[in-house]
């Protein structure tokens, strides 16, 4: 079975732009979790999908945004980005209907450069 | 907000046992308590999960009091492959039930 995938891998954007990160989750997870990573803060959760729908989201401005389709993929935009926006994004997805109750499988994540 | 905390590095040896405490003391009410391995440049990996008392699989214990205010993550006999990051992952009450994750333990286990 495919692992979570995540494109691409890495990106370089500049301050006011902005950008869409994609995810893939294992064949037949329907829940979707991202995270962003970054040495100051650690792991932050972003938001969680499961069948389309936004179900939880963490404390991050507006800026942040999401959406999952009908196949499972999902995935997140971040407008007018910021210097604080580069980080490691990581996607997750689980086989349960609730993340913190199922292993939840990661993507290697896609490296975002904010110059 | 309550804040999920773990110790920021611990050293080991090759064959010890290695025990890592964090604590969650807002923890929500029906939510699990999960573990991740993370090494550089990859997506943190599932170690073990579990709810109240002992769980333990082929790689690790997790210990988990009455109160389910901390766990402890153990791992057996680590070798050299283990040096790796270790996080907490449970349901923060304060944060209205987000996952919240550990600040991370930077485990590195020598020769």
């Known amino acids: 079975k495919a692992g979570v995938t995540q494109t691409p891998r890495y990106l370089i954007k500049t301050r006011g732009q902005q950008v869409t990160l994609s995810c893939s989750p294992i064949?037949?997870?329907?829940?979707v979790s991202w995270y962003q990573q970054t040495p100051g803060q650690g792991l932050q959760f972003l938001f969680e999908?499961?069948?389309?729908?936004?179900?939880n989201k963490g404390n991050f401005p507006g800026r942040f945004s999401g959406r999952q389709f009908s196949n499972s993929r999902s995935e997140m935009n971040v407008s007018t980005l910021e210097l604080g926006d580069s980080a490691l994004y990581l996607c997750?997805?689980?086989?349960?209907?609730?993340?913190?109750?199922?292993?939840?499988?990661f993507g290697p994540g896609t490296r975002l450069t904010v110059l | 907000l309550a804040k999920t905390t773990q110790p920021i590095s611990m050293d080991s040896y090759e064959g010890q046992e290695v025990n890592i405490t964090c604590s969650h003391n807002?923890?929500?009410?029906?939510?699990?308590i999960t573990w991740y391995q993370q090494f550089p440049s990859q997506g943190p990996r599932f170690i073990i999960q579990?709810?109240?008392t002992k769980v333990t699989n082929e790689v690790a214990s997790l210990f988990i009091p009455a109160d389910r205010k901390s766990s402890t993550l153990s791992l057996p006999r680590v070798s050299l492959s283990d040096t790796a990051v270790y996080y907490c992952?449970?349901?923060?009450?304060?944060?209205?039930?987000?996952?919240?994750f550990g600040g991370g333990t930077r485990v590195l286990v020598k020769p």
């Open positions: 997750a997805s689980s086989s349960g209907t609730t993340p913190s109750y199922n292993e939840q499988f």
């Open positions: 064949s037949g997870h329907r829940s």
């Open positions: 999908y499961f069948s389309e729908t936004q179900r």
């Open positions: 807002n923890i929500a009410t029906n939510d699990y």
């Open positions: 579990g709810y109240k």
């Open positions: 992952l449970v349901g923060d009450k304060a944060a209205g039930n987000k996952l919240t």
